[in-house]
């Protein structure tokens, strides 16, 4: 089958499409014909050789963590899927997964594409949604609270904002201006990245920032701290600084993982209460492509790979 691989660490140049053996279905997993993968900053995190030293890759290494697809393998224990199911989940976190980047992948987690749900949307779910939801779980964001959201116009920012509004918070987003009436059309109260952030919320929150949610990592958690008023009132996904600030750094390995997420978000989906755009797609020969641009940040929504 083609994968796109990568056999040293580096740019998006590294990226390759290859032919590899298919992988297979494992006891507890599913195999799926793949139509989209999803980009994440962790993708190319791990193609750079930033996450080395807590998750090294065993070269020649696969490229995604996300994908939909339709399910055409079902591993032994599996119960509840079927073999012509669509769905959209994760591949496992590990060294030697094919990636979700190819003609085949297996997943670890899933959860049943909506009908009316895209494969290029839905594969932009996965992770994001799960981050999401852990992140305000660990929180915890609690019905009536008022929440920052640092990054509210990408897939982890978009989702909290979503879950956040489904659980009737209200929601302040910093985003990049040309994508403060998306957020308004959510329902969220967007507001610009930059000096003044702190003056900015006050005036739109006068009775107070409850918690606070950084998904980039810009540097902003003093700001956030001084808004809610406490480093435990806030939590980043992004930001390897957050111990500095006494902040809570919250990644994807742990008891906190929230797998459910999936799932809620596609049935928040189904009552019209939850999207992701998808900003824009790639084919697999120009998987270096959407690195790049994923790279560069301000994308409104996910960047998708089809296959």
Do not use: C
Request: hydrophobic content about 45%.
């Amino acid at each position: 089958m083609k994968a796109v691989q990568f056999t040293e660490y580096g740019g998006p140049e590294v990226l390759k499409l290859v032919d590899v053996e298919e992988p297979h279905a494992g006891p507890g997993q599913i195999r799926v014909a793949v139509r989209a993968a999803g980009v994440n900053s962790f993708d190319w995190k791990i193609r750079r050789g930033a996450l080395a030293a807590v998750m090294p890759m065993s070269f020649p290494a696969g490229v995604g963590l996300d994908a939909s697809g339709i399910v055409d393998e079902v591993g032994d224990g599996v119960q509840g899927t079927a073999v012509g199911e669509e769905v959209f989940g994760s591949v496992p976190i590990n060294p030697s997964s094919t990636g979700a980047a190819a003609q085949y992948a297996v997943l670890a987690e899933w959860a049943k594409k909506p009908e009316s749900l895209s494969f290029e949307e839905a594969a932009g779910y996965p992770m994001s949604t799960e981050t999401a939801r852990r992140a305000l779980n660990v929180l915890p964001l609690e019905t009536g609270q008022t929440l920052l959201v640092n990054g509210a116009a990408g897939g982890v920012g978009l989702s909290a904002v979503q879950f956040a509004l489904a659980a009737e918070a209200t929601v302040i987003g910093t985003a990049s201006e040309g994508h403060h009436e998306y957020l308004r059309s959510l329902g969220a109260i967007p507001t610009t990245y930059g000096p003044g952030l702190v003056d900015r919320v006050r005036e739109l929150a006068p009775s107070g920032v409850d918690v606070a949610l950084d998904a980039v990592g810009s540097g902003i958690l003093p700001e956030l701290i001084e808004l809610t008023g406490s480093a435990d009132r806030v939590i980043t996904t992004a930001d390897n600084r957050a111990a500095e600030y006494g902040v809570r750094l919250t990644g994807g390995i742990g008891p906190d993982r929230a797998p459910q997420a999936r799932t809620e978000a596609a049935a928040l989906f189904e009552q019209g209460k939850f999207r992701l755009p998808v900003e824009e797609t790639f084919s697999l020969e120009n998987v270096a492509a959407a690195h790049a641009k994923s790279e560069q940040g301000h994308v409104l929504g996910k960047f998708i790979v089809t296959v």
